[in-house]
């Protein structure tokens, strides 16, 4: 037990937020291939959270592998699992704020409950993540801050003013947090995922997929593990000149 835990202590160790499904669970998984000890938060589906983490023991049988439940949005219990996270892993070194909500509408429909619930967990929960994990980080000076934008934080989409907003507020949040935090050898960037094949725009209509899939220039779907992939090199050691950054994973939706 001894040994297990000075190894762990030697290793990089990762939260995910909203870890248990779609993107937030290829990041676990690719983490855990890459040999980081992880913690995948989950709001309400343990279920989903149990076979996620099953996921990432997979990739490696002695890699600790934990699961907590919290509502980043909240600002107590975002505090609350940064600290469990630090107790359980032995000290959080990568930070993945996924966590997210869409609740689409046009505008004129939108209701302000609406807005609110999406800015207090995609926004306000990174912000209150960031702002405890860069605390241990700062101590330890070293840290790997990655959040979840999306393609829409740079380029809008009707029906979605909520949710463009609240990403592009990550996009900013990420640019001036990697300013504050550099020199401690903290990168902070932002992945901005483009139409990924996940529960979330599996609820879209056939004629809303078939119209996305025609407006993407390689004319697929990503897959999730596409952005895991991305997450993973960020959290490297080869991406440690890499900060500020806001790197598009959407077939060029972008370009």
């Not at 297990?4 to 998984?29: F, H, M, Y």
């Not at 999306?150 to 001036?176: H, M």
């Not at 899939?213 to 697929?220: E, V």
Request: charged share 25%; aromatic share 4%.
């Amino acid at each position: 037990m001894e040994e297990q835990n000075k190894e762990q202590n030697e290793k990089t160790c990762a939260l995910i937020t909203g870890g248990s499904r779609g993107i937030g669970r290829a990041v676990a998984v690719a983490l855990a291939k890459a040999g980081h000890p992880v913690m995948i938060n989950y709001s309400g589906n343990i279920n989903a959270a149990e076979e996620a983490a099953m996921l990432c023991a997979t990739a490696d049988m002695d890699l600790p592998v934990f699961i907590e439940q919290a509502d980043v949005s909240d600002e107590e219990s975002a505090a609350k699992l940064i600290k469990t996270a630090e107790e359980k892993l032995g000290h959080l070194d990568i930070l993945v704020n996924n966590a997210g909500i869409t609740r689409d509408g046009l505008i004129l429909n939108m209701k302000t409950e609406d807005l609110d619930e999406v800015m207090n967990l995609n926004l306000k929960g990174t912000f209150y993540c960031c702002r405890e994990a860069a605390k241990l980080m700062m101590r330890r000076r070293f840290g790997r801050i990655i959040n979840m934008a999306s393609i829409v934080g740079i380029r809008g989409n009707a029906g979605q003013t909520n949710y463009s907003a609240s990403k592009a507020a990550v996009i900013g949040l990420t640019k001036s947090l990697a300013k504050e935090l550099a020199s401690r050898k903290i990168t902070v960037n932002a992945i901005a995922p483009g139409y990924i094949d996940t529960d979330m725009t599996k609820s879209m209509s056939d004629k809303a997929i078939d119209a996305t899939i025609k407006s993407i220039p390689l004319k697929r779907a990503g897959k999730p593990e596409e952005v895991g992939a991305l997450a993973a090199f960020l959290a490297s050691d080869e991406a440690a000149y890499i900060t500020g950054q806001v790197i598009g994973v959407d077939g060029g939706m972008g370009a």
